[in-house]
């Protein structure tokens, strides 16, 4: 079958299939866990390595299967409330008409040096996603990126791979990512930022490599640009630069909730409410305009919520039928026999391997970190190789599997098809795992610890 022939269904379809097979396999494979233990350096619940023993069979029906889809929206309500309040904030904003002037004042300003929007905004994200593994805050910000991307005649999965694409690639790499790195080293007994240098060289490259392809994809797909209204071109007034001022500001307080305050998505959530309430009043829709804005971006994002919930479903479907440390144990056990060159590379596909059912990247490292440390030790194996092999297995998996909610949240927000993503990504996915895999020889040659 030819690659423009690809096809996936629906991603509803797509991942209640998930959900199913999830279901099968709690049949087929048989059930075990490992003991579990509270990490003070994390304060997480972290397995407990050579403790995996087999327990009692829970094979999970056809309908619990289908009972763990709402049971998965509630688990990631959280979540799902905030693309919901974000997404209607954002809304309001757009009505005001604010984006839409401030999207062409910075294209007028840019003149002819409109690709330089592409890396800007890249950076720009790639920077959220190496501080704080930025991946569901970005659905709030597409109908932004639709505006730029339509606004220059670029295709809305650049808008897509400007944002989810570069933030993804930028925390695979990442030496500072507390949600990635930062869990991994605590858990490998590691100090954290050990080998920030390194990991940056490999991220600039990775990067660079991600941005030229953005590029490239872009000006192959280009069409002219859209036509814009006299109205629509009209200078931006005291008003809307206002409402403009106000979004700027929210985000400075929703970076300083993060990182200084510990926020969570509920926090957040009620910070970007506020915003759509805020930005309403001053735009001048009145409370009625306001809350009719809001109301249709709720609508706009329903089903970019739903994909949340029905991705986050399929690991539920694993936990009840006590196979996900099967899965783990069964992957990992094999690693023992290799090579150290050969047991890195394949740590890198076993971390691949378990972010499918694994969607979370601090939810892998509580799993698998004890588990592979010793194996690691055992090898003669850096332990700062091993995070690496993890880094770069689970982080880069990040941007093509379609468990990860975020991904086809922001897609469905965009409107681009799974296959249309996977087409385009795939093929720098496979050369960023080179780079990963070439990353971690060179860092067992010259002794990384």
Not at 157 to 183: C, E, H, K, N, T
Not at 292 to 297: I, K, T
């Amino acid at each position: 079958m030819r690659a423009a022939s690809l096809r996936f269904p629906h991603p509803l379809i797509l991942l209640v299939g998930g959900v199913l097979l999830a279901a099968l396999l709690t049949w087929v494979l048989p059930a075990g866990e490992y003991a579990r233990q509270h990490d003070p350096a994390t304060d997480r619940e972290v397995v407990v390595a050579g403790t995996y023993h087999a327990v009692a069979r829970q094979p999970v029906g056809p309908f619990a299967a289908l009972v763990a889809i709402p049971q998965g929206m509630i688990n990631a309500a959280d979540v799902i409330f905030f693309v919901f309040l974000v997404g209607g904030a954002f809304s309001v904003v757009e009505r005001t008409g604010a984006l839409t002037r401030g999207v062409n004042g910075l294209v007028r300003a840019l003149g002819r040096r409109e690709t330089l929007v592409i890396p800007v905004v890249s950076l720009a994200f790639a920077t959220g996603g190496a501080l704080e593994h930025m991946q569901e805050e970005i659905i709030a910000l597409v109908p932004a990126l639709l505006l730029l991307t339509r606004r220059l005649g670029w295709d809305p999965l650049v808008a897509v791979a400007m944002s989810l694409g570069s933030a993804a690639i930028a925390a695979a790499f990442s030496p500072i990512d507390p949600f990635q790195v930062g869990i991994a080293q605590k858990l490998a007994h590691l100090q954290l930022l050990s080998g920030a240098g390194f990991r940056m060289l490999v991220m600039l490259p990775a990067l660079a490599l991600w941005i030229w392809w953005t590029m490239r994809y872009a000006a192959r797909t280009r069409k002219p640009k859209e036509d814009v209204s006299t109205d629509a071109m009209e200078r931006m007034g005291s008003r809307s630069a206002v409402v403009l001022a106000i979004v700027l500001a929210t985000f400075a307080v929703f970076v300083y909730g993060v990182f200084r305050l510990g926020w969570d998505f509920t926090q957040m959530a009620a910070l970007f409410f506020v915003m759509g309430v805020v930005a309403g009043l001053v735009g001048g829709l009145g409370l009625t305009g306001a809350t009719e804005s809001f109301v249709e971006g709720l609508r706009s994002m329903a089903f970019a919520a739903l994909l949340i919930g029905f991705a986050r479903a399929i690991t539920v479907v694993l936990a009840q039928g006590k196979i996900i440390d099967t899965i783990v144990h069964g992957l990992s056990e094999p690693l023992g026999a290799l090579p150290v060159l050969a047991s890195a590379a394949g740590m890198m596909a076993v971390h691949t391997a378990i972010h499918v059912p694994v969607p979370s990247v601090s939810g892998q490292a509580v799993l698998t970190m004890p588990v592979l440390v010793p194996l690691a030790d055992l090898l003669g194996m850096s332990r700062q190789v091993m995070v690496l092999a993890y880094q770069y297995g689970c982080g880069l998996c990040e941007i093509v599997t379609p468990t990860n909610g975020a991904l086809m949240a922001i897609l469905a927000a965009a409107g681009v098809r799974y296959e249309r993503w996977i087409r385009m990504a795939l093929p720098l996915w496979l050369g960023l795992m080179a780079l990963g895999f070439v990353a971690i020889a060179v860092a067992i040659a010259i002794g990384l610890r």
